[in-house]
T-cell receptor
């Protein structure tokens, strides 16, 4: 079974803090994704990585950066957290050679910025 | 701009009812449409649809794609409280196929 894990299920941070969200997958997938999920807006892609040290902006990259130093690990960084970044953050991974385009998701991190 | 729209956004029914969830899309270079179920944790994959008119079925859940109408439906028959979840629709494109475009989700609540 593919397993995608995220470092925290719940996180509370203060405005202006630097926040790190970690994601690890154990299936040797090349592609990894960070989404945020807000009610009524669905999942929106923040950043995408298709290989180690390679990244691509998604639809809403402003205020975020990412790091992929190892194939299994993809980190999302909020350089200076703001209240409008309060959200559910989901990490996913997939293989470009997969039969389906199925992405495997982690359990999510619910981040609250106060 | 590529777009996926789901309806309704929220639905409350009684156990045993049949429900139909809708997903419509406007994307360039359509490749396939995926359905996910999300309970209080990670979204889990249900179906992938590539060909029009071919029904995919898994137990009480079924789904079909209509490429002419640029839409898909997800049917759940004899609903159970365990079907309560957010149902997500996503579209993969031929270019950049690994990136999915998601709809807003439909929150389905099944009351006993």
């Amino acid at each position: 079974d593919v397993k995608v894990t995220q470092s925290s299920r719940y996180l509370v941070k203060r405005t202006g803090e630097k926040v790190f969200l970690e994601c690890v997958q154990d299936m040797d997938h090349e592609n990894m994704f960070w989404y945020r999920q807000d009610p009524g807006l669905g999942l929106r892609l923040i950043y995408f990585s298709y290989d180690v040290k390679m990244k691509e902006k998604g639809d809403i990259p402003e205020g975020y950066s990412v790091s992929r130093e190892k194939k299994e690990r993809f980190s999302l960084i909020l350089e200076s957290a703001s209240t409008n970044q309060t959200s559910m953050y989901l990490c996913a991974s997939t293989s470009p050679t997969g039969v389906t385009y199925e992405q495997y998701f982690g359990p999510g991190t619910r981040l609250t910025v106060t | 701009e590529d777009k996926v729209v789901q309806s309704p956004l929220s639905l409350v029914v009684h156990e045993g009812d049949t429900v139909t969830l809708n997903c419509s899309y406007e994307v360039t270079n359509f490749r396939s449409l995926l359905w996910y179920k999300q309970e209080k944790k990670a979204p889990t994959f249900l179906f992938m649809l590539t060909s029009s008119g071919i029904e995919k079925k898994s137990g009480r859940l079924s789904s079909i794609l209509d490429k002419k109408e640029l839409s898909s439906i997800l049917n759940i028959t004899a609903t159970q409280t365990g079907d309560s979840a957010i149902y997500l629709c996503a579209v993969a494109r031929r270019k950049g196929a690994q990136k999915l475009v998601f709809g807003q989700g439909t929150r389905l609540t099944i009351n006993p």
